[in-house]
């Protein structure tokens, strides 16, 4: 479904990933984790559209998106939930969720995606009219993810979609990513809440300064007390 082959991406003369090769399969949610700083978020971010690489391509579903304009990632079918949410606090939840079908195909659809993200998401039935800027951390990110579903990706980049919210919110957002992949969505997640991320995740792989120092099943990594220790934090 989605193919990296040899990505280097850069700002400016500092080199963020090198040689960032990777296959992803159609339904399958793959786990990036590895210590700050090791180019998680640029990785997704280079997927998205937002950082052009230096050099490498990037394949989805056997077309070539490398040198696609920004905004075209989308029409590829390529969403992405970014670190900090981002989402237009003066406007109401239901402004944020339309923003994400603004493109023809989702537009068309946008009823019957609402439908499906209130049911992912039953607590945000009674805010739609209320300024995103007003709801809580864990309902904000619940908003941030329902737009990125509105546009109806068949990928979905989740950046550190735990990042301060309670455990028990973690704790039933990792469920809601678990239902959305169970729906055949393709997700790239990236996030430091390792163990439980790991659990629900089919495969995982560690960055270490820009590379991929290894790869393979949740289980199996976390079997390997070189991975545990020094790159996953458990």
Known sequence: MLELHDLTVAYGQARALWGVSLQVKAGELLCVVGPNGAGKTTLVNTLAGILRPLSGRIVIEGRDITHLQPHRFCEAGIALVPEGRRLFTGMTVAENLDVGSVLPAAKAKRRESLDAVLALFPALKA?????????SGGQQQMVAIGRALMARPRLLLLDEPS?????????????????????????????????????????????????IVAEGAPDDLLKRPEIRQAYLGV
């Not at 805010?127 to 709801?135: I, Q, V």
């Not at 028990?168 to 992949?181: N, P, Q, R, T």
């Open 127 to 135: 805010r739609l009219d209320a300024p995103a800027g007003e709801l």
């Open 163 to 211: 990042l301060g919210l309670s455990p028990l919110i973690v704790a039933d957002m990792f469920a809601a990513v678990g239902k959305i992949s169970a729906s055949g969505i393709t997700i790239v997640l990236v996030e430091q809440n390792v163990a439980t991320a790991m659990r629900i995740s089919h495969r995982a792989c560690v960055l270490e300064l820009g590379r």
